[in-house]
């Protein structure tokens, strides 16, 4: 796939939360492999750059398909805030009722396009939930759990002060642990406020890096909460975006169910893939110029 200008490639710039993506409607199938597009249009300050990019393609089970790619060209199997993203652009290009199903790498999952741009998802049951899932770490012992929403994730309580902790270097550890091999996952770093408002953080694989906001990551949260009986529904969920997310649910003594996850997801802009936007840089000695020349060698 390559964009000219005799035949541009439309993209429109969404996000959920501060979560943010370039989407685009594949329905013609003209992208196949999107991971080198997604490494180059992901690049911030000299590509569009996003967290991931979301493919809107045909589906014979659902209203249509979402293919999601992370920004370092990995496939997901499942984001939260960017099927939140899906769903509004497939309402607003008219792909899509207002009431809808999308199909996902983790299953089919409904939505609904209410107004202000917001959308709610309603969402399977999280599964293989541990709740002590200590991680060693150097000499520390870090304490934890794990949870599958759409992808893996592992939650860490803090007693206070989520905001001013640098959780870069921990989240990368945890992410990368080998005791999560081969997949690791997302890792959400989780405040109680109330039964009803907690605060979270997620360092998301994929970006390698702390994102705005993580929709999953979110469930995750409040999922876990729930669990341990931190919570009641509904819960508000402020992320490092400064929005908030809401998650409503039901719960018995070992599961949560009959997920809902309502927020935002706006448009930001509408615009077109020139030469330019793809090419005259290395998205990888970006990503890691340490990395990129070792690898060169």
């Given amino acids: 796939m390559a964009a000219t200008k005799q035949d541009p490639l439309s993209f429109v710039k969404m996000a959920g939360a501060g979560n943010d993506f370039v989407v685009i409607d594949n329905r013609t199938g003209r992208i196949g492999d999107a991971t080198e597009l997604t490494r180059r249009i992901c690049t911030r300050r000299l590509s569009v750059g996003a967290d991931g990019l979301i493919l809107i393609e045909t589906s014979p089970r659902a209203t249509f398909r979402m293919r999601y790619l992370n920004s370092d060209g990995s496939q997901a199997d499942f984001c939260a805030n960017g099927t939140r993203c899906a769903a509004r652009f497939a309402f607003v290009n008219v792909i899509a009722p207002r009431r809808m199903t999308i199909e996902t790498g983790a299953g089919v999952i409904g939505a609904e396009v209410g107004e202000g741009g917001q959308v709610t998802l309603s969402l399977p049951s999280p599964r293989g ?26 939650v860490i309580f803090l007693r206070d002060d989520l905001w001013s902790q640098q959780i870069e270097t921990l989240g990368r550890a945890v992410r990368q642990h080998p005791d999560l091999a081969p ?8 405040v ?33 909460s729930a669990l341990f009986d931190k919570v009641r529904t509904p819960v508000s969920v402020l992320t490092r975006s400064g929005i908030a997310l809401e998650v409503s649910f039901s719960k018995t003594a070992s599961e949560v169910q009959d997920i809902r996850l309502r927020g935002d997801a706006r448009i930001i802009y509408r615009a077109a893939i020139t030469p330019e936007t793809l090419d005259g840089f290395d998205p990888e000695f970006v990503r890691d110029p340490v990395q990129a020349v070792l690898s060169d060698r």
């Fill in 129 to 154: 939930f541990v709740a002590n899932r200590p991680l060693q770490i150097g000499s520390t012992t870090v304490q934890g759990s794990f949870i599958v929403v759409g992808v893996p994730h592992y």
């Fill in 183 to 190: 997949e690791g996952a997302n890792v959400n770093f989780v």
């Fill in 192 to 224: 109680v406020r109330n039964p009803g408002a907690i605060e979270v953080r997620t360092y998301e694989r994929g970006v390698e890096g702390e994102t705005l906001a993580c929709g999953s990551g979110v469930v995750a949260s409040v999922a876990t």
